[in-house]
């Protein structure tokens, strides 16, 4: 992507154990997640712009400022790979607070998550909208094909990676897997309607797609909005 003026770019990244999940034989979530972070971090330095990075879970596990130039995207992309967080939730108003104390300019920033939240309640739509007032919030929504379908044929257990509670689905019955799909379904246009209420951009990605795919068509729409 391209801007006219130099910008402040945050990419705010979601480590929580819920992104270790994936069914796509080439990339779980994490992986997903961390690949798009990459893409937009080097896009940031061949624009001149500024890149840093928060990591989060439940907690903000790593601040990275931002500043310019290769040396410095290099840094931001290797932590996103490799960093190991203490954390196994996700507390994305923390992530927000935290990018209110820390960056007094305006910035563009990516929340980047695959949005498995205890709720989207008052009190996290009210940090959004916050944070919204000062930054330019973009929201990179993934996910797996996996996460909305039964597989076929008797008992099924979930595991929670961020809880390690456990729900069990009768997956025999084709109308559960219907009605567990259509959940899902529900659950996730729920959320896109919420944060375009908070008049933030959604970008759907998944396991099954490359995010550079997804990432260049958000950006050419936006490149049609200024015209």
């Known amino acids: 992507y391209r801007e006219e003026r130099e910008l402040i770019v945050m990419l705010l990244i979601d480590l929580s154990a819920s992104n270790r999940f994936g069914t796509s034989a080439t990339a779980t979530k994490g992986d997903t997640i961390a690949e798009a972070a990459a893409i937009l971090a080097f896009n940031a330095i061949r624009n001149n712009d500024k890149v840093g990075a928060i990591l989060f879970t439940d907690q903000v596990e790593h601040y990275i400022p931002p500043q310019k130039g290769s040396a410095h995207v290099w840094r931001v992309i290797r932590e996103i790979f490799s960093f190991r967080p203490k954390g196994r939730g996700t507390e994305i108003g923390t992530a927000m607070d ?3 104390r820390v ?6 920033s990516f929340l980047i998550s695959d949005f498995i939240v205890p709720a989207m309640d008052g009190d996290l739509r ?5 944070g ?6 973009i929201a990179l929504m993934v996910s797996d094909p996996g996460e909305a379908q039964l597989p076929g044929g008797g008992m099924v257990t979930f595991e929670d990676l961020e809880s390690g509670r456990r ?6 019955d084709a109308g559960s897997r219907t009605a567990f799909t259509r959940l899902q379904e529900e659950n996730r246009n729920t959320q896109r309607r919420q944060l375009a209420a908070l008049n933030m951009d959604t970008i759907d ?5 490359e995010p550079a795919d997804a990432l260049v068509r958000y950006f050419r729409i936006r ?3 200024k015209r």
Not at 103 to 108: E, G, I, L, M, Q
Not at 126 to 130: N, Y
Not at 167 to 172: E, G, K, L, V, Y
């Open 98 to 100: 935290f990018l209110g």
């Open 205 to 209: 990605l998944s396991t099954a797609e």
């Open 132 to 137: 919204g007032r000062r930054h330019e919030l």
């Open 103 to 108: 960056c007094r300019k305006r910035t563009v």
């Open 126 to 130: 009210r940090r959004l909208r916050s």
């Open 223 to 225: 490149e049609q909005r």
């Open 167 to 172: 729900h069990i689905f009768d997956a025999a």
